[in-house]
């Protein structure tokens, strides 16, 4: 099923051979990102083969004019999309005046892709014989600048092995790209400004409507043998790019190297006037540092992510490859640096999915950035949806809530909503329970209660708001019901009463209610400002009491569990594994219709909401939920098997954990779904952090103190990995005989194993 | 609410003042069609003003590619569409010179258009002056000839009366036009030949992809105080277009006049590279007919039309109108002549919903073509849907039925599905009840028993094949069970067992069952035939037999009615009436999410099953129902108020009864959805015809025979309406003080009149 191209190994992935098919699935696995850039693994030079160009700025969006072929009331206006910003990677070489390409050179040897994940950078390595016979060499490396996060680096090299050879090399800057994934053609990009003064070139744009301005920048360095040649360049521009030429005639075994500086700067960051300028001051750092000193600060940078968020695992060289990978790419995607920005479904690696943020976010992502990051990551994580508070507050009165009530989107850039499924935007209401979790989560594993008077209070208020509002009383049941929703499990649309979604909404009221008396008591000023901003009234806090105590729960006596939604028991109950197995992956052989009346479960949905409030139901209970629901799970999203992990190995099922924790940890690298050449499942890599870390470690945080209950699956000697808990920096290492732990920045620490107290101190302790 | 704009009359349909912001919603009401083509009422000369063109050729579509937000499995690719054809009308008008432009002219005065119902043509009349100050009064007249459906004839006249002019006409036909609705702005014609001798012109054209042919053809005569002139015509052709041109000086108070014979013919009906030819006939045809015997023709025809179908009211002339428009739009529409042809909801009036055909053909208008035509015509529709019966196969195919299951679409031109909503497409699929239905409907009607076995049964057997595999057991209820559906209250999506669906489902299946044993006993061969055609086995016929009889119906003790769904009771059963006015239209004001979670019914659900299967309940049980459900119907769609006018009627609720009716007939010319400008709502005009032919006057075939039950609205004098039943054509006049029967063709006939018999002769008789 998986295409099986990548070669094992610790640190790296690495694609060994040349194939035409591979190049897309290749650029997506290779892509390289920085938290406020990233590329796609695109080639430099002129690549005439299948290829799918993807330069990305981190908050660079474009509201896109929603398609829909039957309109309804309430889709928004315009759907937010990642935009392809302008190329600045390309290289083109010319060799005695012929275009190198690898699609029409006639022999490709040697041909090496790696990423390196420890050190962060990609590089390609081959020998071709171009159309006219001549072998070349060539590396090319690249990387995004940690340091310096407007700066991408590329060393491009041609070696000519069997004659000499007149080699140009012309570096350019493009802002002509389009985007794949446009529904409208609209033209996103405005070009302003395109400038080259034979050393230097900038080409200035900005996006249409949002007006983001961005210029584009570069500046080449050509080296023979390594030494620096004074070369004259030729300067060329067009209405849309720039470019300089560097022609030299190279000796047989002589090799001509180019040292590329480009990158973005953006009126995110600048004042819109003065890019120019601002690139000019990154060139000048960038060039100035030049490419060994900025390799190596990139080198110490990926070490200093590494040594917080590393996980080892000792005799599986696949499972550490893939860990590895999972968080290489999410610390690509996101650093935290910067609270505008979020951690889209596919990172820098794709378009696909448009909007950036999704509840992933809070239901995925945030548990990983509290535990390798500082505890500002997280916060501004939280902070992020705090800033949009008031969008979706209108994005409630779009849909007929009053009084301030809030729904968060289901898809955003800005805030505002950017899908437009009916049974989607309008239903999947559950993920404004995420944003509430997160609020608990964080306040949880960091102990920082300040957020919530200071910001998360008031986003509480309107998701209580919303849910109270939602809710309608059925007198025929007797209790408050939620009509018409779609649960975390995509493949049921409109239901009634999803027990998760219902049992979120309780949730939800009952925590704003609580949050609110402690405010009352504790935090006086922040307690009565809220109470002026929000209009809460007494009688609407004793109307969410009531609607949180009475609210209705599918329940069957017959099987002693939770119904997913009313009337789930009445479809056809044949297990995933009864299943022909040609009839999966069922979302490419089923119609929608076939796959909404069957029992087939699309991720977690009742055991998600066993997932976060673990603390409500007995392990027994959990048991019976897990037995009922995992035969129906088909796990056809990427955040289906984490979860189910995380509970198989706390039910002690560990080679089921195991068999899960392999699926969700190498989708991308052995492309499952055959399709990672749209990119790489992001959001879902937090999954896998957290099938280790909380499934086969255990971790909890209960009562303020850290808990662990170790297992190690059979196929591994030993693993281990690191948490922050609140500034002390927790190694733990577990292995077939035991574990151990390691402690940084305090005395001692104290931490329970399978229920039992331990006290670290700050050197290797063996339990 | 509505526009009331239309000036009461018996006959005809009168706009009174010239009003630019009435002229699309004119265009809509006041178009022409012939049953093969259809015209909007665009003026004929140049109007620069706001106008929406549309002339349409009966059975010439396109498939435009489907366009969704997010695609589904099961979508079609293709969304056949009405198509725009070439304009015949055009007559550019120049007064010294400058364009003839309503739009322009400093005044307009005694405008009037009249839609003469009775007669079949279309007429305005005004004076106006124009920007060079010539006053002119204008007579433009024009028909579709229902004698030769292929020609239609424009006698346009002008008169200087201030002063004289230099008039010059300029007839042209275009094949330059384009849809206003269409999804990529994909080239719906190819033109291939422009032709024009200075007598005659043509211009051929075809659809891209379905490569029907057209030529558009005109000639013209110009008379001068209703004496032909020699007129030289300057003759003029584009790529697109071809065009005459007959100047003339004309005295104050004189007239000149042209008569313009122009139309299609196209390769539905002849040789495709002979369509010149076919034209020339045509036109040879019309113009020895000339004008003047064209249009007495054309009365004839129609009178011919009126003396089956007509409804006539005596003392509610608005009411009479109402009726009178809808039957003449009926006519227009469809003719019955073709088998290929169907009811478009929108007719010749627009291009919205893009197919022709709907469930409301057999749901709505069966009924009205049954009894005002020969039973030829409803058997036509009936094999329609026959001739689909293999792509009705593929369409279940592709959503994963197998055994040649047959799901009809929901919308279609060629058989094809053309609608792209989940919800509709693959769930809408109580319509599929509805084709069957017909087939008992027009049997239980005519009599005429043969269609059964030569095509009905076939279709049936798909039909109940559908069911049979579309019913899953539900251990839980012991029963069958039908998932995921809409049913006719599109207000609901994705629901559990809709009892109406449920109900369908049952009856279609044993009603195959039923007919299947007839054609064993007596219609051997033909049973074998259909055996060894559809490879039905016993143990398949066992299946749906078990399936029928153990179908589950949902329920509610509590009220002792059927629910219309799942889960019905636990909505907020607030009724409409309680409502605030401005939230209604709730389709307009609500978002899409609310509609669903509340109890509003768009039209009737469970109610249509008791309208369908009236004999299957008591009285008292449809009263129970219909005072369980209307509370909460809000009536949103077209086709909603006529069902219940003759319900209401049934249980002696007159008043109600009359207030569905007005909101049915007069829907359109009050356009009370403000809309109308989009086109007219063909397909529910049939519901008014059924709301005073089976509500007020009770008519019902039961056993053979006819069965009536007259009531009258306090509003009338009297009303009558003729039915042909079995070539027998009775008249039935209501009045206050009774009713009487007029028989045409046969010497006696038994009727019942609120379930007593009595026999009409062939004479007037008083009951």
Chains 1, 2 share one sequence.
């Not at 099986?4 to 992935?13: A, K, R, V």
């Not at 002589?254 to 500086?261: A, D, E, F, G, V």
């Not at 110490?300 to 790419?329: L, P």
């Not at 505002?416 to 995420?434: D, K, L, M, V």
Request: aromatic share 14%; glycine share 6%.
């Amino acid at each position: 099923m998986n295409q099986d191209y990548i070669t094992p190994n610790e640190w790296s992935i690495i694609e060994d051979g040349f194939d035409k098919s591979r190049v897309k699935s290749s650029e997506s696995l290779f892509s390289l990102g920085n938290g406020a850039m990233g590329q796609r693994a695109n080639f430099e030079e002129t690549y005439t083969g299948e290829t799918f160009q993807g330069s990305y700025i981190a908050g660079v969006y474009y509201p896109d004019k929603t398609r829909v072929g039957w309109w309804k009331n309430g889709y928004p206006e315009y759907f937010a999309k990642v935009l392809n910003a302008p190329n600045w990677i390309g290289i083109r070489v010319l060799v005695n005046g012929e275009e190198f390409d690898l699609n029409t050179c006639t022999k490709v040897e040697n041909y090496q892709r790696e990423l390196n994940m420890k050190e962060g950078w990609h590089k390609r390595t081959f020998t071709a014989i171009t159309p006219n016979g001549i072998e070349l060499k060539v590396v090319a490396k690249r990387f995004l600048s940690l340091v310096q996060d407007e700066l991408g680096v590329i060393n491009f090299s041609v070696t000519p092995l069997n004659q000499s050879a007149e080699i140009s090399f012309i570096p350019y800057i493009d802002a002509g790209i389009t985007n794949q994934d446009s529904n409208w053609d609209d033209k996103f990009w405005e070009i302003t400004n395109v400038q080259n003064d034979g050393k230097q070139a900038f080409v200035e744009s900005h996006t249409n409507k949002t007006l983001y301005h961005v210029c584009t920048f570069m500046e080449s360095i050509v080296l023979l043998n390594g030494k620096e040649v004074d070369a004259t360049a030729e300067k060329s521009s067009t209405d849309k790019q720039s470019s300089l030429k560097y022609t030299h005639i190279v000796e047989k075994n002589q090799t001509l190297s180019i040292q590329k500086y480009a990158g973005y700067v953006t009126s995110l960051n600048h004042e819109k006037n003065h890019l120019i300028e601002a690139a000019k001051k990154v060139l000048e750092k960038g060039t100035q540092l030049g490419y060994d000193r900025l390799l190596q600060l990139q080198q110490e940078a990926w070490a200093n992510i590494w040594s917080m968020s590393d996980i080892s695992i000792e005799g599986d060289v696949k499972a550490q490859q893939g860990i590895r990978f999972n968080i290489f790419q999410l610390n690509q995607t996101y650093l935290g640096k910067d609270a505008r920005l979020n951690i889209g479904p596919k990172g820098f690696t794709g378009e696909k999915y448009g909007g950036s943020t999704y509840w992933d976010t809070e239901a995925y992502c945030i548990p990983f950035y509290m535990a390798t990051k500082d505890q500002e990551v997280a916060r501004n994580l939280l902070t992020y949806r705090y800033k949009h508070l008031g969008k979706a507050i209108e994005n409630a009165e779009k849909l007929g809530f009053t009084n301030r009530a809030a729904l968060y989107p289901m898809v955003t850039m800005n805030g505002e909503e950017s899908h437009n499924e009916w049974e989607i935007t309008f239903e999947e209401i559950h993920r404004n329970g995420a944003i509430a979790f997160a609020i608990y989560n964080y306040h949880r594993f960091t102990g920082d209660y300040t957020y919530i008077p200071e910001m998360g209070m008031e986003v509480l208020v309107g998701i209580a708001r919303f849910w109270q509002q939602r809710a309608t009383f059925s007198t025929h049941k007797n209790k408050w019901v939620i009509l018409g929703v779609t649960g975390p499990n995509e493949y049921e649309n409109n239901v009634n009463n999803n027990w998760y979604t219902n049992y979120m909404a309780k949730w939800c009221m009952e925590y704003m209610l609580e949050n609110l008396q402690i405010l009352q008591h504790d935090y006086p000023s922040d307690y009565q400002r809220i109470l002026s901003k929000t209009k809460l009234r007494d009688e609407e806090l004793k109307q969410m009491h009531l609607v949180a105590s009475n609210m209705y729960f599918p329940y069957s006596e017959e099987h002693d569990v939770y119904l997913q939604q009313d009337g789930f028991l009445d479809k056809e109950m044949i297990r995933v594994k009864d299943l022909e197995p040609k009839q999966r992956p069922i979302n490419q052989h089923w119609s929608w219709d076939r796959i909404l009346r069957s029992p087939y479960i699309k991720q977690a949905d009742t055991l998600q909401g066993f997932y976060f409030f673990e603390d409500h139901f007995s392990e027994t209970e959990l048991e019976k939920h897990f037995d009922f629901y995992e035969p129906f799970t088909v796990h056809e999203s990427s955040l289906s098997p984490c979860v189910h992990s995380i509970q198989a190995a706390k039910l002690n099922r560990m080679e089921q954990a195991y068999d899960f924790y392999l699926r969700t940890s190498r989708l991308d690298l052995d492309d499952y779904n055959k399709e990672v050449e749209e990119g790489c499942h992001i959001t879902s890599m937090a999954g896998t952090w957290m099938s280790i870390v909380e499934g086969f470690g255990g971790m909890r945080v209960k009562d303020n103190q850290l808990h662990f209950a170790p297992k190690i699956p059979t196929q591994w000697n030993s693993y281990s990995f690191k948490v922050n808990f609140r500034n002390q920096i927790l190694t733990i290492q577990v292995s077939k005989s035991g574990v151990d732990f390691k402690l940084e920045g305090a005395d001692q620490f104290e931490v329970f194993v399978d229920g039992k107290a331990r006290t670290v101190k700050a050197e290797a302790v063996s339990v």
